[in-house]
């Protein structure tokens, strides 16, 4: 599975921006979809989860302005990221879990997101 995420940019404080990441290849072996973001010198860290049903886990500290959403059709993820902070700043990953293997994760590359003060 190959996973490509866009939408990043440069925002002001207070902003929003929308990410999107698409799957190819196995998709079929495509089970729950993820976001992680890794700021600058810091460690990467789980934004949150939808499972294959539309269920979504978020950290506490995104609850109420990140959403996450899924297009099984479009073997897509999305990310909708509101009243953003200058600490939200990071490069953003999508993840997909593998159905046959559980707990094994797929990664794509990352798209920078920029929150200016």
């Known amino acids: 599975v190959q996973l490509q995420a866009y939408g990043g940019g440069l925002v002001q404080a207070g902003g929003s921006l929308r990410l999107s990441c698409v799957g190819s290849?196995?998709?079929?072996?495509?089970?729950?979809m993820g976001w992680y973001r890794q700021p600058p010198g810091k460690e990467r860290e789980s934004v949150g989860v939808?499972?294959?049903?539309?269920?979504?886990h978020y950290v506490d500290s995104v609850k109420g302005r990140f959403t996450i959403s899924r297009d099984n059709a479009e073997n897509a993820v999305y990310l909708a990221v509101n009243n953003l902070k200058p600490e939200d700043t990071a490069v953003y990953y999508c993840?997909?879990?593998?159905?046959?293997?559980?707990?094994?994760?797929?990664w794509g590359q990352g798209t920078q997101v920029t929150v200016s003060s």
């Open positions: 290849g196995n998709i079929r072996d495509i089970n729950a």
């Open positions: 939808i499972t294959s049903d539309g269920t979504t």
């Open positions: 993840t997909a879990e593998s159905k046959r293997r559980i707990g094994v994760w797929y």
